[in-house]
């Protein structure tokens, strides 16, 4: 497995802000993934972070609203912008191992007032 | 629209009994299944992987895949209170070359009473 770090690990924000939220990895992972989890539900996969190119994002998430930066192999950050309150969510960073098994980190829990 | 689909529970279960969780996807081609465990406020656990039919043990864990069914379930034997969690059902998205994007089942509750 890989140790991923997140952070910030929790904020709260004022509506129509935004916030960059960043992924440490503590090895060269090639595949890192962005997942949002709405409170009470369960995981819906936004984007591919791709190294060295844009992001590539899922149905219903664009780049405009959640931009992604990956400058390498061990770090990544997700932006959320223009925050509502529909925006409050746990974000959590993900790798995929070697072995084809995906890890999270621990998530940044963001609440937009 | 590829859908994972769990029974939401509760499920309430006797410390030392048999857990059995089940979950249903609807892309006949999905290749990978994977059990993740979310305590509360937590970020989910990977517990367990499966991509051939059949069992997978794993000390307590077991893992069945029947992709004729598609049906994939997950037991715990000698529940402890510890293993109170919910439990995440995922499925790769079949026919992408990376096991990483996944698509989630919305969970099962399990309580494991004293």
């Known amino acids: 497995s890989a140790v991923i770090s997140q952070k910030p690990s929790r904020d709260i924000c004022q509506r129509g802000t935004s916030l960059t939220i960043q992924c440490q990895v503590d090895?060269?992972?090639?595949?890192m993934f962005w997942y949002r989890q709405q409170p009470g539900q369960s995981l819906t996969l936004i984007a591919t972070?791709?190294?060295?190119?844009?992001?590539?994002?899922e149905s219903g998430f664009v780049i405009d609203k959640f931009p992604i930066s990956r400058p390498n192999l061990t770090f990544s950050t997700l932006t959320v912008s223009n925050m509502s309150p529909e925006d409050s969510s746990i974000y959590l960073c993900?790798?995929?191992?070697?072995?084809?098994?995906?890890?999270f980190g621990e998530g940044s829990r963001l609440t937009v007032l | 629209q590829k859908e994972v689909e769990q029974n939401s529970g509760p499920l309430s279960v006797p410390e030392g009994a048999i857990a059995s969780l089940n979950c249903t996807y609807s892309?006949?081609?999905?290749?990978?299944f994977f059990w993740y465990r979310q305590y509360s406020g937590k970020s989910p656990e990977l517990i367990m992987s499966?991509?051939?039919?059949g069992d997978k043990e794993d000390g307590r864990f077991t893992a069945q895949l029947n992709k004729a069914s598609q049906y994939v379930s997950l037991l715990i034997r000698d529940s402890q209170p510890s293993d109170s969690a919910t439990y995440l059902c995922?499925?790769?998205?079949?026919?992408?070359?990376?096991?990483?994007?996944?698509?989630f089942g919305q969970g099962t509750i399990l309580t494991v009473h004293p």
């Open positions: 993900s790798v995929e191992t070697d072995t084809g098994e995906l890890f």
């Open positions: 090895s060269q992972v090639t595949m």
């Open positions: 972070a791709n190294q060295g190119s844009e992001a590539t994002y």
């Open positions: 892309d006949r081609v999905s290749q990978s």
């Open positions: 499966i991509y051939s039919n």
């Open positions: 995922a499925v790769n998205d079949a026919g992408g070359t990376s096991y990483g994007k996944l698509t």
